[in-house]
């Protein structure tokens, strides 16, 4: 069956699934195959369920003509539905990457266009091979503007998102530390993350670029408009407000937007919401509703979330962790004026050969302040030299922060996806 048939399929039935227990009537199901499972088993139960079609490539799962279609590789064909499917559109696309903050600035972006515009953003962090072809596809008619967030582990992974998504405009938040196990090293980092401004120069794009970050204005030379963000001398520049325990941001430049007052924890932050302020006045959203989307944003999903326990406050980072991020995370925590300051941090993940000395680069940032209590929370950090509390999982920290019965404390809890830091404060 071509792309352009299976597209009049989709026109009819434009929901797409990949897992049988979320299955709705009328959806279409893509049989995909992951290292421990192959969807074309599955493919029987999702028409059983109430599927329109279940797209296979193994021909042992075949039915008949009308409830089953065979393809060749069942991703690849995802792929190019949603490649077609976006080729509909003649609308701004926003793709986003980077090391950290992304789809915190995919939410705050899309905050302050939703205000404006009939905006699809990427749900979640579903921002891989799967993730950016479904959000592709869940693209309705009639949209105005789309924002696409992009992850990558590897290189050459963020050129076949662009294959897919053609994005017009494009972001990289930062260049840091992390999948250092897929990327060799930063300079991997960068030349994988670079692959969204090669892909914006190739076709005449524009860049939303944070100048404070001199290597994303040397990357972006050369894209055809390249729009400016930061805190010195920039199209639109800013500052956080320093000593405030949630950001404020000082905006220089625009009338009407002189200071938002937000609900994110951490100075590292600013830069996200000064992308956001960026994006919707490049594309003139009024000011006051670009002010009242980011001053009425909470974050949520364990990032940046600050939290009351009875007379604690806890600061929730726990999504996810790499050098760049727990050393932003550190540093704003150390900031704070708190008398009692409390962290739990757990490992981070697919640091390769640099893991332990990353881990030991950590406990080195600890030591250079006074805390009332540091816990180390499983992988790596067992194997470093540390004066800290160290515990081999989530769930001994939580049985250690119930037992300290703190009172009037601030609490850090930070970890890499995999370790369930949020886990500490579950009921």
């Known amino acids: 069956m071509t792309i352009s048939a299976l597209y009049d399929i989709y026109l009819q039935n434009p929901s797409i699934q990949t897992d049988t227990r979320k299955l709705k009537q009328g959806d279409l199901f893509f049989a995909l195959k992951g290292p421990n499972f192959d969807g074309n088993t599955y493919a029987a139960n999702a028409l059983a369920a109430g599927a329109r079609a279940a797209i296979i490539d193994d021909k042992a799962y075949f039915i008949d003509a009308d409830k089953t279609i065979l393809v060749d590789d069942v991703l690849t064909t995802l792929q190019k539905l949603a490649e077609h ?11 986003i990457t980077g090391t950290n ?24 962090n579903l921002n891989n091979h799967i993730g950016v072809p479904l959000t592709l596809l869940s693209i309705p008619a009639g949209t105005e503007m789309a924002i696409i967030e992009m992850g990558a582990n590897h290189e050459k992974e963020i050129e076949g998102y662009c294959k897919v998504a053609h994005p017009t405009h494009v972001i990289i938040t930062n260049i840091g530390k992390a999948h250092l196990e897929g990327f060799g090293s930063v300079e991997g980092v960068k030349r994988a993350k670079g692959e969204l401004y090669d892909y914006a120069r ?4 524009t860049a939303f670029v944070c100048n404070d970050l001199s290597y994303l204005v040397d990357m972006s030379a050369g894209i055809a408009e390249v729009v400016t963000y930061g805190k010195g001398e920039a199209d639109y520049s800013g500052e956080p407000v320093p000593g405030k325990p949630l950001l404020e941001v000082s905006v220089k430049n625009i009338p009407g937007l002189e200071s938002i007052q937000t609900n994110l924890v951490g100075d590292y932050n600013y830069t996200n919401v000064l992308a956001a302020v960026t994006v919707g006045s490049y594309f003139k959203v009024p000011v006051e509703k670009i002010h009242t989307a980011l001053s009425n944003y909470t974050p949520s999903n364990n990032r940046s979330q600050v939290m009351q326990i009875g007379s604690n406050t806890i600061i929730m980072d726990a999504y996810n962790a790499n050098p760049s991020s727990m050393k932003a995370a550190i540093d704003n925590f150390a900031s704070l004026h708190a008398t009692k300051k409390v962290l739990l941090l757990g490992a981070m993940r697919e640091l390769g050969e640099n893991s332990v000395a990353e881990h030991q680069a950590v406990v080195d940032l600890l030591e250079t302040q006074h805390w009332h209590a540091v816990v180390l929370v499983g992988g790596d950090f067992e194997h470093v030299r540390h004066p800290y509390i160290y515990l081999p999982d989530a769930m001994a920290a939580k049985t250690w922060l119930q037992q300290q019965q703190f009172e009037e404390a601030h609490i850090l809890i930070k970890g890499s996806r995999g370790i369930g830091m949020e886990r500490v404060i579950e009921a």
């Open 85 to 95: 499917h976006r080729l509909q559109f003649n609308i701004p696309f926003i793709g």
């Open 101 to 124: 903050g992304k789809t915190t600035t995919k939410e705050l972006i899309n905050a302050v266009l939703s205000q404006h515009f009939k905006t699809v953003a990427t749900v979640g």
């Open 202 to 205: 190739a076709n005449k794009g």
